[in-house]
């Protein structure tokens, strides 16, 4: 992950509804403690026989289909710098973008300003037909974050099924509709299964392959098998966009075809995936940080360029000072 982002926790305690990342209480109320049981069982014993759910996971996302995302001219300035500028690309919706560049080069910044959780400075970017920088709370709402260290890590004192039981209570308190939470308790559990069946299959996580299945703890998992935890965490809000930062951090190059592949399989359901890497595939839009104009030199018709916070010098230090500035929803 960018040195930037790292910065961020000093703003994470602005909590807002529309926002899927944050940890506010959810252990609290025998109908919500209820619910999480139905949720651990589901983790342990994924039979969804005689269920069905049309808002939960991929199941929704597909329905939905992704988003189409482009940016003309996007950027970020901080206090003391420049984070990232000159961003413009076009992608379909189901596409996978994936933002290329060097550690501390504004990729996580970007990531962050593409899904509304930072405020553009310079710009614009359309997410689904949704304007950014004016309509970050409507972006937020139709995108999810996966594994972005710093703002969305895993508690390694948990397990699996404990964090699924967690997204499942934090989706259907913020998450959900009035309608929804007026279901009987059979139907919510019911569907509260059925979403965590569908996460799981979309994120190619078998539990019963981890050591103590679903009650291995999140510190005993390979970096990948950590990374299909987060993803599928994340489908359990069906959302239109995804994002992942570092998505090829410190795997194999067995372990990085096998991300790209998820990444791919996620991508084919309908929803857009936008992913941070140091390398990125060749069947990606890729978007660049960290090149000046003059640099660019596109690989392809779908490699597009932004100038990076390297155009004045700007440190890491610095681009931490923007995200701290601009702050996450």
Do not use: Y
Request: glycine letters at 14%; proline letters at 5%; a negative charge.
């Amino acid at each position: 992950m960018d040195d930037a982002a790292h910065d961020s926790r000093g703003d994470s305690g602005r909590p807002d509804g529309d926002e899927g990342t944050e940890r506010p209480e959810s252990r609290d109320g025998h109908e919500d403690q209820a619910g999480a049981a139905g949720a651990a069982d589901a983790a342990g014993t994924p039979d969804t026989a005689g269920t069905t759910d049309t808002s939960g996971a991929a199941g929704s996302a597909g329905a939905e289909a992704g988003v189409a995302v482009s940016a003309g001219e996007f950027g970020l300035d901080g206090p003391r710098g420049r984070v990232f500028a000159g961003i413009t690309f076009d992608a379909r919706p189901g596409s996978i973008i994936a933002v290329e560049g060097p550690s501390g080069s504004g990729r996580t910044c970007l990531l962050l300003t593409l899904t509304g959780r930072m405020k553009a400075t310079a710009g614009h970017a359309l997410v689904g037909g949704r304007r950014l920088p004016a309509q970050l709370a409507a972006v937020r709402r139709i995108s999810a974050l996966a594994a972005v260290p710093g703002v969305t890590d895993l508690e390694p004192s948990l397990s699996v099924a404990e964090h699924l039981r967690e997204r499942v209570l934090l989706q259907r308190r913020f998450g959900g509709s009035l309608r929804a939470l007026l279901r009987p308790r059979r139907e919510r559990t019911a569907a509260a299964r059925a979403r965590v069946t569908s996460a799981l299959a979309a994120a190619g996580l078998d539990l019963d392959e981890l050591p103590k299945g679903p009650r291995t703890r999140v510190r005993d998992l390979e970096r990948l098998e950590a990374l299909r935890l987060s993803v599928a965490l994340a489908l359990l809000g069906g959302p239109r966009l995804l994002a992942a930062d570092d998505v090829d951090f410190k795997l194999s190059e067995r372990d990085r075809e096998q991300a790209w592949s998820l990444l791919r399989s996620v991508a084919a359901s309908g929803v857009t995936v936008l992913a941070v890497c140091s390398e990125a595939p060749a069947d990606a839009v890729v978007v660049r940080t960290g090149t000046s104009r003059g640099d660019q030199q596109p690989a392809g018709p779908r490699r597009l360029g932004g100038a990076g916070d390297d155009l004045d010098g700007t440190s890491n230090e610095e681009a931490g000072d923007a995200l701290a500035e601009t702050g996450r929803a």
